[in-house]
């Protein structure tokens, strides 16, 4: 499929050294709605919206967003940590807001799985479903991620 002149607008955004060092779409050769039509399928398949993903990372970085650099740990089993660092980032859909730059590291102590996410990585998944491209330093594969947050 051929981008439209929109999505290539926006995937110029993405590209490194534009809002980020490393950008958000790694080494993808995917379009930008070809990556989120698919990540959506997987979603459906693990019957997870990305609001449901979106509220529940949210919920694990307000936890340890005043921590500063303490791990919390949260429910007994995630352990987590959230560095705020100094600085904003703009939505590279072109979204009005800016985000806090904040990384969250996050670890189920239950099933020894560790991953991170930004601030903006929440944003993307809620109001875009966009989970990143393949190789992008914070691309999240959306059946790791619900496996790691959600527990059953
Ligand atoms: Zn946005």
Sequence with gaps: MKASPKEI??????????????GFLGNDKRTLNEIIEDDFRLLNALEFTPEEIADRMQYFTDKSWNAFTDEVLIDDIY????????????CPFGHVGIYRKAITKFTNTRKNISLSWTSLNIHLIRAHGFFEGKGS????EPAELVNAIFDR
């Design 79 to 90: 352990q987590v940590e959230t560095e705020v660092v100094r600085g904003k980032l703009p």
């Design 137 to 140: 330093s914070f691309r999240l």
């Design 9 to 22: 607008k926006i995937m110029q955004k993405m590209q490194p050294g534009t809002i980020t060092l490393s």
